[in-house]
């Protein structure tokens, strides 16, 4: 279980998913599409500095005593992205690659801890792998490629939910603010929803709120580049969207397994996004979760109860050095602070 969380927490970036109806209608003239402008040829890099904690107790007949009660990880990632030629081609539409260039992780526990350290190394056997996925014109990225052979075990064994991670990252970066597919101005408002991926008990979703503040100087600034971004502060919170009779998911199910418990979350972020070119310049996130969830067997009856926190930090930035070209400002409209 703390496997499968740190996992999932630590490839993820901030969930900016698909907009409802805006809360607020500024003026017009200020509205932009957060959408990223890809060029075959491009080439940036992101740098991803992670750190997680988790809290977890483990109790039932396979009780560990010894089993650490605090483990931390840090993981710090250097990402370069690379634009393609679509295959086959399609007017605005390209293909995406992500390496992983440098991929470094250390564990401290409150007792020597193999699993943590073994996690640890799994993050460092990132670097050097690569992924690629394809791009349309509207923004949908689709056919993902190289995910089995990123040199983590829970791909090799072709786990969907460690594949839908990974797709997820990729996904957010390639898609801007959620895939927005309309304009917003700042002071405007939307909401979403998508279901909490990964977890043991069925119907939990991730619920946002997030709102364009206002445009300003891009953090990280590059002193001699200056340009302005979009500031979109987002809320999270995991929650139980509907009442279930039986919370199990298929892929326990089919191993024999029942679920039942509570699982909640919350979290929020705050993005930049380049006014110029849609691309995310740089995001911070931090949030937790908590679980107390009983995993019991219908073979043996046996059961194991888990409890705990996961706290984590995130911060996502666009490398300087690989600033993109200037190029002419998108929307309806000049956009103005």
Same mark, same amino acid.
């Given at each position: 279980m703390k496997t499968i969380v740190l996992f999932l927490c630590g490839l993820l970036p901030p969930c900016l998913v698909s907009a409802q109806a805006p809360a607020t209608s500024p003026a017009a003239s200020q509205r932009v599409r957060l959408a990223p402008q890809f060029v075959p040829g491009q080439t940036f890099r992101y740098q991803l500095e992670y750190r997680t904690t988790t809290e977890t107790r483990r109790t039932g007949l396979v009780q560990d005593p010894q089993a650490p009660a605090q483990l931390e990880i840090t993981w710090s990632a250097l990402v370069r992205l690379e634009v393609l030629p679509a295959e086959p081609p399609a007017p605005g539409s390209v293909r995406l690659r992500a390496t992983y260039e440098k991929s470094s992780a250390t564990a401290r526990s409150d007792i020597h801890d193999p699993e943590g350290a073994s996690l640890a190394a799994q993050y460092s056997k990132l670097q050097g792998h690569s992924m690629e996925c394809a791009r349309t014109a509207d923004g949908k990225v689709s056919n993902f490629r190289g995910l089995q052979d990123l040199g983590l075990p829970r791909f090799d064994r072709g786990d969907p939910k460690a594949v839908a991670a990974v797709q997820d990252w990729l996904s957010q970066i390639s898609s801007g603010v959620g895939g927005l597919a309309r304009e917003v101005a700042p002071g405007e408002s939307w909401s979403s929803e998508q279901p909490a991926a990964g977890s043991p008990l069925l119907g939990l979703v991730w619920r946002t709120e997030s709102t364009y503040l206002r445009n300003e100087p891009c953090r990280p600034a590059v002193p001699l580049d200056p340009e302005q971004c $979009?500031?979109?502060?987002?809320?999270?919170?995991?929650?139980?969207?509907?009442?279930?009779?039986?919370?199990?998911?298929?892929?326990?199910? $089919?191993? +024999?397994?029942?679920? $039942? +418990?509570?699982?909640? +979350?919350? +979290?929020?972020?705050l993005t930049y996004v380049s006014l110029r070119t849609g691309w995310v310049v740089s995001s911070t996130q931090s949030g937790s979760e908590e679980m107390d969830v009983n995993v019991s067997s219908t073979v043996d009856e046996t059961s194991v109860r888990y409890a705990g926190r996961v706290r984590s930090q995130s911060q996502l930035s666009l490398l300087p050095q690989a600033a993109p070209p200037p190029s002419t400002p998108r929307g309806g409209g000049s956009v103005s602070e």
């Open positions: $979009a500031v979109i502060l987002t809320k999270l919170e995991m929650s139980q969207s509907r009442a279930v009779r039986d919370p199990t998911p298929d892929d326990y199910r $089919a191993r +024999g397994l029942r679920t $039942a +418990g509570t699982w909640s +979350g919350s +979290g929020e972020s």
